[in-house]
């Protein structure tokens, strides 16, 4: 699939996440003068100032690419296409489900893909990878740009088989780093709650986090992602990660509330 005009870029990758948390995602990637957005969990205004703070216009965006259906990460899909004119993309399950949940309102230019699958923008590929995650239908992806690849690995459910061989072909990634267990089992949500998140369909923890990036070798750095503001602290998450990995990998921590500076490849 190929995505809408664009302008000229060199052969770097560059990311950004606007937000990241139960409060609301959204990831920017440009590659090869290709800008994609992976998210619709925040506000249109707050994506298109957070945007155009790191100098970029969110009208230039090629493509939106849903992961899956909770609403902190497709809430505002329908705002961003009919606002800005972002070509949505999405999984059928993903579409269905969020139409149902949270009603999207009136969406004209959308494309389908499926879970496993690969979109190509250009120059610039994008590999959706499915997750046991408790979305509809959900994936997590690979960003490829002339042989440097960036993965966007959240909302994962599980370590599951065959992640830590995606991960170790990566050269950078945002990877969920969603709670300490600890804190979680300490904490006051309810048994329920508890159960869902360490469950095979919730989130992944710190130390299964780090210990997957342990023998991720060819990265240059990680975004730690995805952090509950209950059970995690971005000190909390680095510590963690800096005493399991015994390595200098450069880390970064996504902002629940803000964006990060620009992490490039």
């Known amino acids: 699939m190929t995505g809408r005009g664009r302008a000229a870029g060199g052969d770097g990758v ?41 100098g970029y216009d969110i009208r230039q965006v ?11 990460h497709v809430l505002y899909a329908g705002v961003y296409q009919r606002k800005y004119g972002l070509p949505i993309y ?6 269905s489900a969020a139409e149902r949940r949270h009603g999207l309102g009136n969406l004209k230019d959308v494309s389908l893909f499926f879970a496993g699958g690969r979109l190509r923008f250009g120059d610039v590929s994008v590999e959706s990878v499915p997750t046991p995650h408790d979305g509809a ?3 997590a992806f690979i960003v490829d740009a002339g042989g440097k690849r960036l993965g966007i690995m959240t909302d994962l459910g599980h370590v599951f088989e065959g992640l830590a061989d995606l991960l170790a072909g990566l050269d950078a990634v945002f990877i969920e780093s969603n709670y ?23 989130h992944i923890s ?8 342990r023998a991720c070798t060819r990265l240059q750095w990680a975004c730690l992602s995805h952090l509950s503001g209950q059970n995690n602290s971005p000190e909390t998450a680095l510590r963690r990660h800096r005493q399991i990995l015994q390595r200098d990998l450069p880390l970064f921590v996504a902002d629940r509330s803000a964006a990060t500076g620009i992490m490039r490849l």
């Open 14 to 54: 560059a990311a950004v996440a606007l937000q990241s948390g139960s409060s609301g995602n959204c990831i920017f990637v440009e590659a090869r003068g290709v800008k994609l957005l992976f998210d619709a969990g925040i506000c249109g205004a707050e994506a298109q100032r957070r945007l155009a703070l790191s």
């Open 62 to 72: 090629d493509a939106l690419i849903i992961s899956h259906d909770h609403a902190d």
């Open 90 to 95: 999405a999984t059928p399950g993903t579409l």
């Open 137 to 139: 239908d959900g994936s």
């Open 180 to 202: 300490e267990p600890a804190m979680l089992a300490a904490g006051p949500y309810p048994a329920f709650l508890k159960r869902r998140i360490t469950g095979p369909a919730g």
């Open 206 to 213: 710190n130390i299964e986090s780090a210990e997957l990036l």
